[in-house]
């Protein structure tokens, strides 16, 4: 088999792996997308609702105490619970995100492996620098 041919096959091969890669890249990239923009519209949804039922659950209380002596106390406590809320949310989001697996990653693994695999196949087929010697 001539040198021409051998690299005209490793360059064959090395084109095909990559195409190979570049659709798992894509179908990933794909997944990801589908993904985020789901969560964002479902956490859009939950946001106008979740707004209107508090803004409706603070104008009840607001409402009932108003008569009271103890208006500016359940305004106050409603605004300590809120704001307890809002920041243990704040931290549960920052957990998840922190959570999230690397996106891409069966992508990186392949690069890798085919990285360790061309990396083996030149260093057992390169001569040494001195050239083979018959002693």
Do not use: C, K, N
Request: cysteine-free.
């Amino acid at each position: 088999m001539s040198l021409r041919r051998q690299l005209g096959m490793i360059a064959a091969s090395l084109a095909a792996m990559l195409r190979t890669r570049l659709e798992l890249f894509g179908l990933e990239l794909a997944e990801v997308r589908g993904r985020l923009f789901q969560a964002i519209g479902l956490a859009f949804a939950a946001a106008i609702f979740l707004t209107l039922a508090l803004l409706v659950f603070s104008l009840l209380v607001a409402v009932w105490f108003w008569a009271t002596e103890y208006r500016y106390l359940a305004l106050g406590l409603l605004a300590l619970f809120y704001a307890v809320l809002g920041a243990w949310l704040l931290l549960s989001a920052r957990r998840q995100l922190d959570a999230i697996s690397q996106p891409f990653a069966a992508t990186i693994q392949e690069l890798g492996r085919d990285a360790d695999a061309l990396g083996a196949a030149v260093s057992v087929h390169v001569p040494p620098a001195g050239g083979y010697r018959d002693e």
